[in-house]
């Protein structure tokens, strides 16, 4: 059996809802980018939502309206996607890492706190595939010390921390819309913003600044000539990936339930079989199930990447745990160590988890892993 490690769940019906809207003629940025905006800021429990080309675009475009630029440094995790740095790199600022919670693999109070300078101006928690990050004690920290928090939500549309739902705590968080998220535009990215003057400025940013929407000179009855009072970007979103979201976002509670139901069979599972830790799950957090990882005890008979390979081997593809940024030559001048991350990259794999993997794949990957870790049981 061959399984496949990730895929979108789609219902059907987005064919129909893209073709629809490239028939109106609006296929740049437009009523249906707005649309998806409203549907996602009520989703996420947030004022509004700025709809952005990417994640990426969006944590640039957050940090700088949190007024972060050259000289300043943002403190974040390493374990995490690289472009939770690099967004730091873009806004000419300085990602400082430290280390990760070894149970929840989420950036630790503690330490975001021992790493704080007078150069420290923000702290980006990341709610790590979709597990949310430790908030009231962040948003505790960034009042104590006057600093600003925007918050890497790439894989949490859905999660929520203490019953409150990841977009609506701190004032700016960024979600992804990649694939490999949990609901997908192709591209895609999304922050959730609460200041209602700062959700106007994003809007121009994203679009050079320039004073005057496509939307609004489209509806205007006079001649517009439009002005760009500061520099900006391009990170505008399509209306044909609008249409995609609105499919989406309608799909969504069907897809984080099925989600819930492969974690649940996969943390049963593991629980039988030997040097294989399931994820911690905090009895504070509600989370999006974005990939299941899990962890290889040091003293496991084959190590974590000859496990992978046989896996592979057996049609079961998965992937390396989140990665370490301040260990690839991209980061290494960072000179950080990071015990607790650098020990949860090396051990941690990622399995096969998406809406719509069946039971018996499941049953499959099971028991390859089952087969290779405790083969007289198997
Ligand atoms: C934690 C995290 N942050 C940011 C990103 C960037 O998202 P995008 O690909 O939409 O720019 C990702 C994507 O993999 C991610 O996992």
Redesign the pocket.
């Known amino acids: 059996m061959q399984v496949a490690f990730s895929k979108p769940y789609f219902r059907g019906d987005e064919g129909e809802a893209v073709a629809a809207t490239i028939a109106t003629g609006w296929v740049a940025q437009g009523p249906r980018v707005r649309e998806f905006e409203a549907g996602f800021a009520a989703r996420v429990g947030a004022h509004d939502a700025v709809a952005t080309s990417?994640?990426?675009t969006a944590?640039q475009l957050a940090l700088y309206v949190s007024g972060i630029g050259p000289g300043d440094e943002v403190i974040v995790p390493s374990m995490?996607?690289i472009?939770?740095a690099n967004s730091v790199w873009h806004n000419g600022a300085t990602p400082v890492f430290a280390d990760v919670d070894p149970l929840t693999y989420n950036l630790d109070p503690a330490a975001a706190e021992a790493a704080i300078t007078e150069r420290t101006k923000a702290i980006m928690p990341?709610h790590?595939l979709g597990l949310p990050a430790d908030m009231d004690p962040f948003l505790e920290l960034a009042e104590r010390h006057g600093l600003a928090i925007v918050e890497?939500a790439?894989?949490a549309i859905g999660a929520s921390y203490r019953g409150r739902p990841i977009g609506s705590l701190g004032p700016l968080a960024c979600f992804?819309?990649?694939p490999?998220k949990v609901i997908t535009t192709g591209?895609g990215?999304m922050i959730a913003v609460h200041d209602p003057a700062v959700a106007e400025r994003l809007r121009r940013l994203r679009a050079h600044s320039m004073d005057v929407s496509d939307l609004m000179r489209h509806n205007a009855k006079d001649v517009v000539i439009e002005a760009y009072p500061e520099r900006g970007w391009n990170a505008r979103m399509t209306e044909m990936q609008a249409a995609l979201g609105l499919c989406q976002l309608e799909a969504l509670d069907e897809i984080l339930e099925a989600r819930r139901h492969l974690a649940r069979r996969y943390t049963e599972a593991i629980d039988g079989i030997p040097f294989l830790e399931a994820p911690h799950e905090p009895g504070y957090a509600e989370r999006t199930w974005q990939s299941y990882a899990v962890r290889l005890a040091p003293d496991a008979p084959i190590s974590r990447t000859e496990l992978m390979r046989r896996l592979l081997r057996d049609g079961v593809p998965t992937r390396r745990g989140v990665m370490a940024i301040h260990e690839e030559q991209a980061y290494a001048s960072s000179g950080a160590t990071l015990p607790e991350t650098e020990a949860a990259t090396r051990d941690s794999l990622m399995l096969p988890l998406y809406a719509g993997l069946s039971d018996s794949e499941q049953d499959h990957v099971i028991g390859c892993l089952a087969a290779q870790l405790s083969p007289v049981a198997a």
């Open positions: 990417n994640c990426t944590l995490s996607f472009a939770t990341v790590q890497d790439a894989c992804s819309l990649h490999r591209e990215g």
